[in-house]
C-alpha cells in the first residue's frame, strides 16, 4: 500500500512569505507527527495529532507555525512570514494508533527561505 | 534537559565486519528506545525497538542491546554489507504516552567493498 507522502518535496521561500506544508499520511492511521530536521542533526518533534485534535503542539518553535488536521487525516503545515531559521526538512510520520506503534515517516519538504 | 548523543564522526568499516554504533542519553529513563535507518532525500525507516526489561533484540543481522545503568543503547550489524550504508539515527520516547520522540543526530555509516 502508499506510504506517507508529502509535498511539495522542495519550497524555495523569501523571507516573510507564507508558506504551507501537506502530508497524506497512511489511510487510518489515527496519530501523526510533524518533525523539523536540521542539517546534520535529528529530526526535532513539532507538534502531535490524534486523529483530528492537536493534543500537543509544544515543539513548535514559534507562533508564525500552525498545523492543523481537520478531518482526521490530511495536515498542513503552515509557516507565516518565514525566517531563514525556518530552512530545514520537515518531516511527516504518522502511526496506527498511539504508544508505541511504528511510525513511518514520510519523504520530508525541503524548505529554503532565501 | 534530556539528551541524546550519537557518535558525531562517520564509522567506515569493511565489508563483511560488524559494525557497532553507540547511543547514550542523560537526564531521562526512557521506557523504550528505537532505531531509525535514514538515507539521504529520505524519512528514517524504523528498525527496531527494545524495551527498558529488555537487555537485547535481535533481528536478522541487527542486534540492538539497551543498558538502563549505563544510560546506553548499541546498535550492532552483523556481517555488513556496502547497502547497510546509511545514517542511523536512535530515539528515545519522551512523556505522554502517544510515542513521542527524542532522536539523536545520528551515526553515519559507510561501508566499504
Known amino acids: 500500500g502508499a506510504g506517507v507522502s508529502q509535498s511539495p518535496r522542495y519550497k524555495v521561500a523569501k523571507r516573510g512569505q507564507d508558506v504551507a506544508l501537506r502530508c497524506d499520511p497512511i489511510?487510518?492511521?489515527?496519530?501523526l507527527f510533524w518533525y523539523q530536521q536540521a542539517l546534520g542533526q535529528g529530526p526535532e518533534f513539532l507538534t502531535y495529532f490524534q486523529n483530528e485534535a492537536q493534543l500537543d503542539k509544544s515543539g513548535l518553535p514559534s507562533d508564525r507555525f500552525f498545523a492543523e488536521r481537520p478531518e482526521g487525516s490530511v495536515s498542513t503545515l503552515k509557516i507565516q512570514r518565514t525566517q531563514q531559521e525556518d530552512s530545514a526538512v520537515y518531516l511527516c510520520?504518522?502511526?496506527?494508533?498511539?504508544?508505541?506503534?511504528?511510525?513511518?515517516f514520510g519523504p520530508g519538504t525541503r524548505l529554503t527561505v532565501l | 534537559s534530556q539528551k541524546i548523543e550519537q557518535n558525531s564522526e562517520a564509522l567506515n568499516i569493511q565489508e563483511g565486519k560488524t559494525a557497532t554504533l553507540t547511543c547514550n542519553y542523560t537526564n531521562y529513563s526512557p521506557a523504550y528506545l528505537q532505531w531509525y535507518r535514514q538515507d539521504p532525500g529520505r524519512g528514517p525507516v524504523f528498525l527496531l525497538l527494545i524495551r527498558e526489561n529488555e537487555k537485547e533484540k535481535r533481528k536478522e543481522r541487527l542486534k540492538v542491546t539497551f543498558d538502563t545503568t549505563l544510560k546506553q543503547s548499541l546498535f550492532h550489524i552483523t556481517a555488513s554489507q556496502p547497502a547497510d550504508s546509511a545514517t542511523y539515527l536512535c530515539?528515545?520516547?519522551?512523556?505522554?504516552?502517544?510515542?513521542?520522540?527524542?532522536f539523536g543526530a545520528g551515526t553515519r555509516l559507510a561501508v566499504h567493498p
Open positions: 530515539a528515545l520516547d519522551r512523556t505522554g504516552g502517544y510515542n513521542k520522540l527524542i
Open positions: 489511510s487510518g492511521h489515527v496519530s
Open positions: 510520520a504518522s502511526s496506527l494508533r498511539q504508544s508505541t506503534d511504528t511510525q513511518y
